[in-house]
């Protein structure tokens, strides 16, 4: 069964106007759909087609470099379908509950966990993601490089933020920090991140 691009979870100008519609457009409808089909046309005839895409992430990764181009797209699929959800209209701030109640007992209080994560994003070098993770029982922020991700090293997903220019240079050029910023303070969707917590 083919893979497909899985709708976004609101409006095109939903996010507007610290993501405008025309970067959805770009991002989602052409950059994330260009990975499914690359991904479709790399595992066609193979054992991994019938596959789920996060068993085709890890058999991936597990045999690298020789499957790098499956692991690239699939990886990439994954992230951008888990970065979409991350966000909501009027979303962003301190969250509540189970979530903040974890982010204070390991960063000692949310600022401190928002700047760790500002900090991250920022200082990938080039292209990749700032992660906030499930490690073991711990909260961590990480970040990865290109398609890299936390399944790949035994972490559970809970936040990201794609810094890869095309993410955010139609809004914001090469303000990477103020892209950052209003992830955090206008669109994060926390209760994605308390149901990934489980």
């Known amino acids: 069964m083919a893979f497909e691009l899985p709708p976004l979870p609101y409006d095109k100008d939903a996010l507007a106007p610290h993501i405008s519609a025309q ?51 699939s990886a990439q699929v ?47 070098f080039g292209s990749g993601w700032a992660w906030l993770v499930l490690d073991g029982d711990t909260l961590k922020v990480t970040k990865t490089g290109n398609a890299d991700l936390p399944m790949a090293h035994g972490q559970k997903a809970l936040l990201t933020c794609d810094v890869w220019e095309h993410a955010y240079y139609l809004d914001y050029q090469n303000r990477r920090p103020d892209f950052v910023q209003a992830f955090l303070d206008n669109l994060v969707n926390w209760e994605f991140v308390e149901k990934n917590l489980g």
């Open 23 to 73: 970067t959805l457009e770009f991002h989602h409808g052409k950059h994330h759909n260009a990975y499914v089909t690359n991904l479709n046309n790399l595992v066609k005839d193979t054992d991994l087609a019938s596959k789920s895409l996060e068993e085709v992430v890890l058999a991936a990764a597990k045999d690298l470099p020789a499957k790098q181009g499956i692991f690239n797209n």
């Open 78 to 124: 994954w992230n951008h379908t888990f970065f979409w959800n991350c966000m909501k209209k009027g979303g962003g701030g301190k969250p509540s509950g189970k979530v903040l109640a974890k982010i204070e007992a390991a960063f000692g209080s949310y600022e401190k966990f928002a700047e760790e994560f500002k900090n991250a994003a920022i200082t990938q």
